[in-house]
């Protein structure tokens, strides 16, 4: 890296100008491997919740698992959590432990019952990463517990499954950390703020990012025209 490089911030320059999957921005891999943490937290445990397409199961493969993490995800599809299990083991570069737990973000059942099943079988936990969503359930579409799908998916399980687990996170020798895979919105993010002043005490941190631009199966719901005016969109376009 060049001296001018900030440390706080040693990525910024190489997204001064995106263009397109593959070019000179950061990858997982090269940021674990720059940090030296390949293999480095074996005796970590980490929970990564709606891992079978997507953001999060290139998090699971190619950083959190690379690290020697014991990784669990969380799943509501047995043949695609299997697939995902398969894909984080085909590609990480250690081959540790991953273990799936099943987990419907839309009912507040399921989510209490995967915070039991985790805790049955985990002593211990060191980062929950809140990912997995989904965008405009539309009107009339409802989670299980009545609550509008889009909030109850992206909101409430995150929510739910962060206080159940929370104080599981508390560990002196290691600070813990709660990561909200948000968007821009996470400059808004007041439960990030809140359980990190509230949290912070018990060595628990709470960290919220947007992971900018990503093709994924979030944007299934949108129409082949809106897809062709994303990707003609100068910015968008060599964005994502
Ligand atoms: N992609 C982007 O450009 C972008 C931009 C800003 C923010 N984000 C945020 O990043 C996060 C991940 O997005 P992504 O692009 O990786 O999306 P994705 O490819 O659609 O993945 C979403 C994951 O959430 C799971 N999920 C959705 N609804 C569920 C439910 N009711 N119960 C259980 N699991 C459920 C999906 O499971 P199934 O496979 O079973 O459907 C999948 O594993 C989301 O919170 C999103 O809002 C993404």
Redesign the pocket.
Known sequence: MSSSVNSFNPYAHVHDNPQRPGDQRSTAPQVVRDNDRIGVFTDKVVLVM???????METAAKGLHATGTHVYIT???KE?AKKTVEYIMNISERKGRVDVIE????SLESVKSTAKDFLGKSGKLNILVN?????HGGPESGSKDGFEMQFA??HLAHFALTALLLTKSSNSQFNSRVVF???SSHRHSSTTNHIDRLYRNQSVHALSL???????????VATPEQIKVWKEDKAIGLL?
């Open positions: 709606g891992v079978t397409s997507g953001i999060s799943a509501r599809n695609k987990m419907v973000m839309d990912n997995g969503g989904m965008y998916v992206n895979v948000s968007s947007n992971p900018g631009g990503v093709w994924s199966e979030l944007q299934k994502m």
